[in-house]
Structures are given as C-alpha cells and as structure tokens.
C-alpha cells in the first residue's frame, strides 16, 4: 500500500458542487444603462472566480487559441501583438469552421472553455467572455451553468448573447457577423480593443467541497525505499450518466459505461501490476527504483487526483530543498487504450532524453506500429507531472466517435491489441525500472531536469 495510513488510498479534498449565488450582476459602459438580464443577456461560467470586477476595458481575441506548431500546421496563436493584462477578453467559443477535419479532431482539446480560460489567465487578464457567434452550429447562446465539480481557474468568466457581443463590438467599428466569417477561414487575426467600453461584474459562484480518494500501491526493488522511482497510472473516474461531459446529443441521463475511456486504460495498469510484481517475485525482475501504480480519481473534473498528488509529493521534496524537482525517473500514462486499428500513439517523446530508442527496443517482441509524438502538454494526467520537469510517455489509441457517450461499450475494445499495450508498457517500465540515474543535466521541452533521462544498463 502507498497511501495515507499504510492504505491502498490517498484522500484529497474537490469541488463536489457549484451553484450561482444571489448577487450576479454585469454592466456595461457602452448601450444598456441598467445590467443585463440574467439567463437572457448573460450567464457566469461555473469555473469562474468570484468577486467584484470594476469598469475593466474590453479586448476581443478572436477564438482565444494558442496552439503548437506541428508537422500538419503553422502555430495559431488569437494573442499575438494583444495587450490583454487586467482587461476582459473576449472569445468565440468552438474552433474555426474553416479548420479541415483532421485538424480539428486533432487540436479539439483547445476548444475547451477552461483551456481557452488559461489562456486568457496565463497572460494576464481579468476575465473572459465566451459568444457563441452566428455561425456556431450550436445555436444554445449561453452556456450552460452546471453543478459539478469544476474549480475555480482564477479569473471571472462568463458568456453572453450573440446580441449583447455585437452591441459589444460595434463600439470598435467592427461586425460580429463580418468577424466571425474572417475567422472562419482559419487564419488568425489580429485582435482589437473595444474602445470606449467597459464591463463592470460582480460574481457569486458558491462552491461545495467533497473528497476524492486516488488509489496507489507499490512494487519495491530492495527493503527500503529507492531514492527516485517510476510511476505508472491511469484514470479511474469517468462521467457517469453524463451530466456533465457528455459528447452525446439525445443520450444524456443514460449511463456512459466508459469502456474506453478508461477502463481500458485501468484494466492494463491492473495487468502491468500483476505482471510486474510476479516477475519480481520469481528474480526475473531486475529493479534499481520502486515502481508506484496508481488510479487517479478526479481526472474528468481537471486532473484533481493525479495533480494533489503531484503538489503534495512536491510539498514533501521542498521541506529540504526549496528547488529539489520531484523525484520521478518518468511517469507512463494509460488513458483511451482500447481502440488500436492502425497505430498506437505515444506522446511525450520530446520531454526527455532516451525515449525512442527505449519504446523501439521494448517493442520488437510485441510488433504494434508505434507513432511517437513529441507533444507532451495533454489533457491527461501527464500532464500533472510534465508540468512539473517529470519525462512523460502517454498512450492512446485514437479519439472516437463513442468518446464520452452511453456507445463506448465492452464490445468495441480490440482486446488483442490493448494486451499488446500492456506488454509493451510493462517491458518499458521494467527497462526503466532497470536503469541508472546519470547526473548529467539536460534541457528538455522548457525544463531543466535535474538528471538525463536514462543510461540503460
């Protein structure tokens, strides 16, 4: 056991509920001399922060994206040249209706509204508003306030109406239809102030605390404890009925069972476990660090579980040195491994030296057609410990049509392909498990990592 007490589980507390509070209001400098109506002209975002925003300026950023450049496509960044520190920022929701399919599926995470949040957050700003915009097909103006289990992300959000945005936007001598046909052919553009207008909110979003628990187990090299070791994980939680997260039009309320998404992925850590610990118990199994399994709980609601982990590890590592980095050799993520057909994706080879030729020597025995991806910022709970300098390796098989919705069943898992995985995992977990820490520093994907990836022995 590896959690609180000598258990198998690790408490953290959650957001268990939100619910809008009696004092919401939003004015503007520009038209209407009274606030707008609630659920007519407006609606806060169940993520955002609390509290009294006052005659902050306004600036429109396009569809408020900021993605990677890739092999496929140019960098696409809405913030380009746009002062937006302590100001609103407005965005379309969605992406560019003029992005080709591929792109789309491929950068669909950018169109979250929390993604589009942080980035409005990360450079500064106040607040943002989300508009809908008159070519959205989805043609549900304001979006829908929930009570679930989102966080607050540290600045105010809310959406308006497509009426209110043009009144808006008018004040800069733009078109909100004109705009958003300009973005829709898929280049960005260049975003603008709102001249002469501001917004003046207060917000009251109430929020309900819970606890979670994450699920953590051990499988030691020696009687004590190694220095640094490996973990590998994957998410246990999934949307339930749907009541929030569901990608399905006229089955919401009906149970989501989540076959893919993520049993597959907990059904192949629960193999690599017992595969490992069986190796090890017979002397096949040579290990220099400890291996940690772990469920994380609370993934769908933003990385809760694997990301309290991470804090609370990183918490323990300060106490005697305030720049000590965690001390993880890698973490190796399973989420949506059920659907192989052509390919097997690895993300996360750009986030540490030696990854390639690890996962090729790992699958020459196993023969699945591997497509290693550099990408390494994912929403996943990697991405809890790429965030902190930790080399990651993710596996998916694909995106599908079934993801979050009552149709991603038992039926459709590739059962041959997903026990391929977990050998092919399993064999990089022990070569990992195997290797040497080398002192040599190195600089990989921004961070510094305090050691080189690994030197196999």
């Known amino acids: 056991p590896a959690g609180q007490g000598e258990s198998w589980f690790q408490s953290f507390p959650f957001t268990k509920g939100v619910k809008l509070g009696e004092n919401n209001r939003l004015l503007s400098s520009k038209g209407e001399s009274s606030p707008y109506e609630m659920d007519?002209?407006?609606?806060?975002?169940?993520?955002?922060?609390?509290?009294?925003?006052?005659?902050?300026?306004?600036?429109?950023?396009?569809?408020?994206?900021?993605?990677?450049?890739?092999?496929?496509?140019?960098?696409?960044?809405?913030?380009?040249?746009?002062?937006?520190?302590?100001?609103?920022?407005?965005?379309?929701?969605?992406?560019?209706?003029?992005?080709?399919?591929?792109?789309?599926?491929?950068?669909?995470?950018?169109?979250?509204?929390?993604?589009?949040?942080?980035?409005?957050?990360?450079?500064?700003?106040?607040?943002?508003?989300?508009?809908?915009?008159?070519?959205?097909?989805e043609r549900k103006?304001?979006?829908?306030?929930?009570?679930?289990?989102?966080?607050?992300?540290?600045?105010?959000?809310?959406?308006?109406?497509?009426?209110?945005?043009?009144?808006?936007?008018?004040?800069?001598?733009?078109?909100?239809?004109?705009?958003?046909?300009?973005?829709?052919?898929?280049?960005?553009?260049?975003?603008?102030?709102?001249?002469?207008?501001?917004?003046?909110?207060?917000?009251?979003?109430?929020?309900?605390?819970?606890?979670?628990?994450?699920?953590?187990?051990?499988?030691?090299?020696?009687?004590?404890?190694?220095?640094?070791?490996?973990?590998?994980?994957?998410?246990?939680?999934h949307v339930g009925k749907g009541q929030r997260g569901s990608r399905a039009k006229k089955n919401k309320g009906k149970i989501h069972p989540g076959a893919d998404d993520n049993a597959s992925g907990i059904a192949i850590l629960l193999e690599i476990a017992q595969y490992l610990a069986d190796l090890k118990k017979r002397g096949l199994l040579k290990m220099n660090f400890d291996l940690l399994f772990a469920a994380w709980s609370g993934e769908e609601i933003g990385l809760v579980g694997s990301g309290y982990y991470a804090r609370e590890l990183e918490k323990q590592v300060r106490v005697k040195d305030d720049n000590a980095t965690l001390p993880l050799v890698a973490y190796l993520n399973l989420d949506m491994v059920g659907r192989y057909k052509e390919k097997l994706t690895l993300h996360g080879i750009g986030s540490g030296e030696g990854w390639l030729p690890i996962i090729e020597k790992a699958n020459v025995p196993v023969g699945l057609n591997l497509n290693p991806q550099k990408d390494s910022h994912l929403p996943t709970d990697s991405t809890s410990f790429y965030s902190r300098g930790v080399p990651i390796l993710s596996a998916f098989t694909g995106l599908h049509s079934d993801y979050h919705s009552p149709t991603d069943t038992a039926d459709k898992i590739n059962y041959e392909a997903a026990a391929d995985c977990g050998r092919l995992l399993a064999r990089t977990a022990g070569m990992l498990s195997a290797g040497r820490r080398t002192s040599r520093p190195v600089t990989s994907s921004g961070f510094k990592l305090a050691y080189s990836f690994l030197t196999m022995i």
């Open 141 to 237: 103006e304001l979006v829908n306030f929930f009570s679930d289990s989102s966080a607050s992300i540290s600045l105010a959000a809310v959406s308006i109406s497509d009426k209110v945005a043009e009144e808006l936007i008018s004040a800069a001598g733009r078109n909100l239809k004109k705009t958003h046909d300009a973005l829709d052919k898929g280049e960005p553009l260049m975003g603008f102030s709102l001249k002469n207008v501001s917004l003046e909110a207060n917000l009251e979003v109430i929020r309900e605390k819970g606890r979670g628990r994450n699920v953590l187990g051990w499988l030691r090299a020696g009687k004590k404890p190694t220095t640094h070791f490996l973990v590998i994980g994957a998410h246990v939680d």
């Open 40 to 137: 007519k002209d407006w609606r806060p975002i169940t993520f955002s922060q609390s509290g009294s925003f006052d005659d902050e300026e306004v600036v429109f950023a396009g569809y408020g994206l900021r993605t990677p450049k890739s092999e496929d496509w140019p960098e696409y960044d809405s913030y380009v040249h746009l002062e937006v520190k302590d100001k609103w920022v407005m965005v379309l929701r969605y992406l560019p209706n003029g992005w080709e399919k591929k792109r789309r599926d491929k950068l669909w995470s950018h169109a979250a509204l929390r993604k589009k949040a942080a980035n409005a957050r990360d450079l500064g700003a106040a607040g943002i508003i989300f508009v809908t915009g008159p070519n959205a097909k």
